[in-house]
């Protein structure tokens, strides 16, 4: 079996499922976003026997023991029963699905594009900063911080180059795309206060890179991002954003 993480509004995932059917492969569709309300699991462990794992998903009973690769596409959020209204209540509720669903993942004995404990490790913008640094890679001066002042005062020794800011995450519901400081913004640095920000310097991309690894292929992609309306963050408008694959020299 193959098991797709992913939502039916996304279309990279139900493209390669239309091809997986079309091969008569055995792939599931798997959407946080239904589980718990409208995805039941089974997760059961006895002595001597590999875990039971099993998923219900619109009334199939499905071996997820089976499952031999995972495309760890477009995770959402779990979806709680709205009868649930307490935020403490919900807040409990999220944390058990989380630590469920985790335990699953780390039980299935199949190969992973990505893993998500490594995902997670990915994500993490200031980890990889330092790794990228650590290399030998030239990184943009950063902040990362929810001071005011602090944010001021880097953003004064940008001077004309310009300053950068951006969220650490964002979701299709809450969109954050990096944007270019404005000078107007500066009246409204006090709000850092409330969570941090990321601040870095401005540097001029004509091109983004986009390299996809799957074992020992190599899948480089060009996007000229420099050609668009906003070249500061080309998926705002990623339509008219030219893309080019590379080839790699062996």
């Given at each position: 079996?193959?098991?797709?993480?992913?939502?039916?509004?996304?279309?990279?995932?139900?493209?390669?499922?239309?091809?997986?059917?079309?091969?008569?492969?055995?792939?599931?569709?798997?959407?946080?976003?239904?589980?718990?309300?409208?995805?039941?699991?089974?997760?059961?462990?006895?002595?001597?026997?590999?875990?039971?794992?099993?998923?219900?998903?619109?009334?199939?009973?499905?071996?997820?023991?089976?499952?031999?690769?995972?495309?760890?596409?477009?995770?959402?959020?779990?979806?709680?029963?709205?009868?649930?209204?307490?935020?403490?209540?919900?807040?409990?509720?999220?944390?058990?699905?989380?630590a469920a669903i985790m335990g699953l993942w780390s039980c299935l004995d199949t190969h992973w594009v990505n893993n998500p404990e490594r995902e997670e490790v990915a994500a993490?913008?200031?980890?990889?900063?330092?790794?990228?640094?650590?290399?030998?890679?030239?990184?943009?001066?950063?902040?990362?911080?929810?001071?005011?002042?602090?944010?001021?005062?880097?953003?004064?020794?940008?001077?004309?180059?310009?300053?950068?800011?951006?969220?650490?995450?964002?979701?299709?519901?809450?969109?954050?795309?990096?944007?270019?400081?404005?000078?107007?913004?500066?009246?409204?640095?006090?709000?850092?206060?409330?969570?941090?920000?990321?601040?870095?310097?401005?540097?001029?991309?004509?091109?983004?890179?986009?390299?996809?690894?799957?074992?020992?292929?190599?899948?480089?992609?060009?996007?000229?991002?420099?050609?668009?309306?906003?070249?500061?963050?080309?998926?705002?408008?990623?339509?008219?954003?030219?893309?080019?694959?590379?080839?790699?020299?062996?």
């Amino acid at each position: 079996m193959i098991l797709i993480i992913s939502h039916l509004a996304d279309e990279h995932a139900t493209r390669v499922l239309g091809y997986l059917g079309r091969a008569d492969a055995d792939a599931l569709l798997f959407d946080t976003s239904r589980y718990p309300r409208e995805i039941s699991l089974d997760i059961g462990h006895r002595a001597g026997a590999p875990p039971a794992l099993f998923a219900i998903v619109d009334g199939d009973r499905r071996d997820l023991a089976a499952v031999r690769s995972v495309w760890w596409r477009r995770p959402q959020p779990f979806g709680l029963d709205e009868a649930m209204s307490d935020s403490d209540d919900r807040s409990f509720a999220y944390g058990e699905c989380h630590a469920a669903i985790m335990g699953l993942w780390s039980c299935l004995d199949t190969h992973w594009v990505n893993n998500p404990e490594r995902e997670e490790v990915a994500a993490r913008k200031v980890y990889q900063l330092n790794v990228a640094a650590g290399l030998g890679l030239r990184i943009p001066r950063t902040l990362v911080t929810n001071d005011p002042e602090s944010a001021a005062t880097f953003i004064a020794g940008e001077g004309a180059r310009g300053t950068i800011y951006k969220a650490f995450s964002a979701t299709e519901r809450a969109w954050r795309e990096t944007r270019l400081l404005r000078p107007e913004e500066r009246a409204h640095l006090d709000a850092v206060r409330f969570a941090p920000v990321i601040f870095q310097e401005h540097i001029r991309a004509d091109i983004d890179l986009r390299i996809t690894m799957i074992g020992d292929e190599i899948f480089p992609a060009e996007i000229l991002s420099g050609e668009t309306d906003y070249h500061v963050d080309f998926r705002m408008t990623m339509h008219a954003a030219a893309i080019r694959a590379q080839c790699l020299a062996r």
